[in-house]
């Protein structure tokens, strides 16, 4: 596996929710799911039950060298795209536009299975 450029740590997924950016509370933060902003911008969103605010954070597409090939056209042109809170797994895309998870296991979930 070669050597290839990482984002800077700070823009990592992380396994514990934000910091609520009204009250800084991070402990009361959920997650709500994806979404897509008017200008098509891919989000997370998030809500804090203290507050309540809701708010969005942008999801960084980071290309890989040695992802998995995609389930749907096997193309081996992939890349992490986020982590999968849902599915416990990292969400994958292609670059026909296809999106997979793969959890820790290597077993591959599609979009509406269950896992």
Known sequence: MNAEPRPLAEQWPLLT???CPTCQRPADVVFIGPATTCDGTEVNVWHCRTCPADWAIPVTHWPVQDGPDCPY??????CWAA???DNAGDLW???NGHEF???PEGLIILPGDAA
């Open 101 to 103: 998870t793969l959890t």
């Open 83 to 85: 982590i999968d809170p």
């Open 17 to 19: 929710a934000p910091d």
């Open 93 to 95: 895309t292609c670059q």
């Open 73 to 78: 056209c096997l193309t081996p042109a992939t």
